[in-house]
């Protein structure tokens, strides 16, 4: 679809761009088109749970899963949708198409190609493992709080780390004003003896 068909407002028309900020579509700064245009793909007019795969160019294999959906809304080209309900459960179905197996495919294609694209044949090879729903559920809540928990992990050592680079300059500091050991009072300060030696050697 060309630029100048873009219309002011209108359903949502959703691109890689979408995929960039987390695990939910992000709907924000999208392009918009017609009704018109719209009504011609019925196939990908986006429902709750819908997970986009970006299957062409420099995303290919991020992934999305739509959330807060609340206005008509559809793809480009370069998007596939997924979207079964009766099978498995959303957030599951997603994590699984987040995993080493389908990455994996989507490497082979990145190093096969100057241009590297997803199949259908590459989705259809894929092989999904289907555990009953109850069992679904309860993983897809596991990885979950796993990702909390890892989340959390990360932000303390973020924080630790930075306070260690304070306390590092702070230890500096007081090393250099003579704050760690008694000072004798006849000692020299610093600045005096560094301006002392630069001095003696003509700088």
């Not at 990908?44 to 991020?62: N, P, R, S």
């Not at 930075?162 to 004003?177: G, M, V, W």
């Not at 008694?182 to 610093?190: G, M, S, T, V």
Request: hydrophobic residues 40%; without cysteine; charged residues 25%.
């Amino acid at each position: 679809m060309k630029a100048e068909e873009y219309t002011k407002d209108g359903p949502l028309f959703l691109s890689v761009h979408n995929l960039n900020y987390g695990e939910e579509v992000d709907f924000r700064e999208s392009n918009h088109i017609s009704m018109e245009r719209y009504d011609e793909s019925p196939e990908i007019m986006l429902q709750e749970d819908d997970i986009l795969l970006a299957k062409d160019g420099a995303g290919i294999g991020k992934i999305g899963i739509v959330k807060n959906l609340s206005q008509l809304t559809t793809v480009n080209s370069s998007l596939l949708v997924i979207r079964s309900r009766e099978a498995f459960v959303p957030k599951y179905l997603f994590y699984f198409l987040s995993g080493p197996q389908l990455q994996s495919i989507v490497q082979q294609r990145i190093t096969g190609s100057a241009t590297p694209h997803l199949f259908q044949k590459d989705i259809k090879q894929f092989i999904l493992s289907m555990p009953p729903l109850l069992e679904q559920h309860a993983i897809a809540n596991r990885i979950e709080e796993l990702f909390h928990f890892a989340s959390d992990v990360e932000e303390r050592v973020a924080n630790a780390t930075a306070h260690t680079d304070r306390l590092t300059q702070s230890i500096l500091a007081k090393a250099f004003r003579g704050e760690l050991v008694p000072q004798d009072p006849d000692d020299e300060p610093a600045s005096v003896l560094l301006e002392r030696i630069g001095n003696e050697r003509g700088l």
